[in-house]
């Protein structure tokens, strides 16, 4: 597609389900990117993968939280046991390289009830 | 640990002025700096790019420069419209392809 595509837009859960967002890339782009954006918060970085490599996953808040990159494409990120503070906005980003910057999607509000 | 700051926070101005908004950075070993935009209840939109070697960015009516030693970047937008009203982030990679550590942002309103 021409963007970053993220499903879904909006997701209400009760606290203890899990849940798991999607994210797909611009075709092609190597690079793939989680970032959380919490009310009056800045943004948060998760995890990222880097075509084959092992994934960084320096930013994930705690063992609940994992992602996973099919095929060096689509990716979901899974939030198991939702907590009320795992409410956020979930924005996945893609790049090329970094000559081209970063392309975010518009993100997955989530609400933990 | 890298710190991305930006001040002020928010910003109101009228419609036709130029508006200055400022980006400072602790670790000045960094690959790229990038602005970008985001509308209430939106993602992020990409405005520019800075690779580390660059002095300054233009797009249309938008200039960014970076002072990489000082460890500081501005964005300009000349003659302001109630459209640029918005919340302006700017981020730093520490090398390619590494993630992005970003300022608190600046909420700008341009009154008409």
């Known amino acids: 597609g021409a963007g970053v595509s993220q499903s879904p837009s909006n997701k209400v859960t009760e606290k203890g389900k899990d849940v798991e967002l999607r994210c797909d890339p611009i075709?092609?782009?190597?690079?793939l990117y989680w970032y959380r954006q919490s009310l009056g918060q800045g943004l948060e970085f998760l995890i990222y993968?880097?075509?084959?490599?092992?994934?960084?996953k320096s930013g994930l808040p705690s063992d609940r939280f994992s992602a996973e990159r099919t095929g060096g494409s689509v990716s979901t990120l899974t939030i198991q046991r939702t907590q009320q503070e795992d409410s956020a906005v979930y924005l996945c980003?893609?790049?090329?390289?970094?000559?081209?910057?970063?392309?975010f999607g518009s993100g997955t509000r989530l609400t933990v009830v | 640990k890298q710190e991305v700051t930006q001040i002020p926070a928010a910003l109101s101005v009228p419609e036709g002025e130029n508006l200055v908004l400022n980006c400072s950075f602790t670790d000045s070993a960094i690959y790229n700096l990038q602005w970008f935009r985001q509308d209430p209840g939106k993602g992020l939109t990409s405005l520019l790019l800075i690779q580390s070697s660059q002095r300054e960015q233009t797009s249309g009516r938008l200039n960014a420069s970076l002072d990489k030693s000082s460890g500081r970047s501005t964005l300009y937008i000349a003659a302001s419209q109630p459209g640029d009203s918005a919340t302006y982030l700017c981020?730093?990679?520490?090398?390619?392809?590494?993630?992005?550590?970003f300022g608190g942002g600046t909420r700008v309103l341009v009154k008409p």
């Open positions: 980003a893609s790049s090329l390289d970094s000559t081209y910057g970063y392309t």
């Open positions: 981020a730093v990679s520490r090398a390619a392809g590494n993630k992005l550590t």
């Open positions: 075709s092609g782009h190597t690079a």
């Open positions: 993968f880097q075509g084959n490599s092992a994934p960084d």
